[in-house]
């Protein structure tokens, strides 16, 4: 079972617009990270959140984290051609040496 | 940023060969873990690897696969004999410090797997 997941297959935006990825996921945590995967190349990390956090921003990412609905959103503003990419959620589970990754969810945005 | 290389960036083998796939982690890192992703399902944590051991293994560890760095050099992963499921995307990643996600992990582009 999929201890991480995100709620949407794929999303599309126009370039300059704003979106936002949600992930719900089913276990305590110590804190919970978003990565980004572009296209043939491995995970990158976006942001950390730890489990006593509420809101983190990077730049244009904002992560957000709900430990009673146990769920986390990133949000993108002002989107770019670039940000096109697949976004995964990942958590720890309160393990102390594995991160289990959510399937990823598709943005691509459009120019 | 930091760098983790992968090499080589695709293979393609004969099932029931043996193969090792290399990863050069980020110079100062000390935990260092592979991942498998097949095509279009989600990543999955195979291993993590500190002072010379086996940390943790999933069950998709199986008893086929090592892992070891002799010496500061490559981590590497070693399939033998190798298996039709075993065709994936293999991530390598590597931290500064331990703790899942404690520490930044600094993955690797992967290497493209393919077992005829």
């Known amino acids: 079972s999929q201890l991480a997941e995100e709620n949407s297959w794929a999303l599309s935006v126009h370039e300059g617009e704003s979106v936002t990825v949600n992930c719900s996921y089913k276990t305590s945590i110590t804190a919970l990270q978003w990565y980004r995967q572009k296209s043939g190349k491995g995970p990158a990390q976006l942001i950390l959140?730890?489990?006593?956090?509420r809101e983190k921003r990077n730049g244009r990412l904002r992560a957000t984290l709900d430990t009673s609905s146990q769920s986390s959103s990133l949000s993108i503003t002002a989107t770019r051609c670039e940000d096109t990419a697949v976004y995964f959620c990942a958590t720890d589970a309160g393990s102390n040496n594995r991160i289990f990754f959510g399937d990823g969810t598709q943005l691509v945005v459009k120019p | 940023g930091p760098k983790v290389l992968q090499i080589p960036s695709h293979q393609i083998i004969d099932m029931g060969q043996m193969v090792t796939l290399n990863c050069d982690p980020v110079?100062?890192?000390?935990?260092f873990y592979w991942y498998k992703q097949i095509l279009g399902q989600q990543m999955e944590f195979l291993v993590n690897f500190y002072n010379g051991k086996v940390m943790e293994k999933s069950k998709l560890f199986k008893d086929q696969f090592s892992v070891e760095r002799p010496d500061g050099s490559y981590f590497t992963l070693k399939i033998q004999p190798t298996a039709l499921e075993d065709s994936a995307v293999y991530f390598c990643a590597s931290s500064l410090g331990g703790g899942a996600l404690q520490d930044t992990q600094y993955f690797g582009p992967g290497t493209r797997l393919l077992v005829l």
């Open positions: 110079s100062n890192h000390l935990y």
């Open positions: 959140i730890r489990s006593n956090e």
